[in-house]
């Protein structure tokens, strides 16, 4: 009978971990999805020490700008006369691709989604 009873509690315990650590994972989960949805976007202006935009040439991140069209004026007047720049819009850096990946990014030749 005792052999009955600390199996039973074995497995109470392990279904009770079991359930605590799924509970925690989609906690988690809701946490990393509300934040997604709710961060404020904005714009993000990239300077590049080379005539055209290369990620290797990176020299500034400066996310901070609420329009495009001010983003793009400081772009032009950071690097007019040396270096490139672009702006992109809710930016995030994605470690499996090791770069930056924007909704929307504009620079000196136009937009692109």
Do not use: H
């Not at 994972?25 to 946490?31: A, H």
């Not at 714009?43 to 400066?62: A, C, G, H, K």
Request: hydrophobic fraction near 30%; include cysteine.
């Amino acid at each position: 009978m005792e052999g009955v009873k600390k199996e039973g509690s074995f497995l109470q315990t392990i279904g009770a971990i079991l359930l605590v650590v799924v509970c925690i994972w989609i906690g988690y989960k809701v946490l990393v999805w509300g934040y997604d949805k709710t961060r404020p976007k904005s714009w993000t202006l990239f300077t590049y020490s080379t005539e055209t935009p290369d990620t290797y040439y990176l020299v500034n991140r400066i996310e901070v700008y609420k329009s495009q069209t001010v983003c793009i004026e400081k772009g032009i007047a950071m690097t007019s006369g040396l270096g490139s720049f672009e702006c992109g819009y809710d930016c995030r850096y994605r470690s499996e691709y090791g770069v930056e990946v924007c909704n929307r990014v504009c620079g000196r030749r136009g937009c692109r989604d």
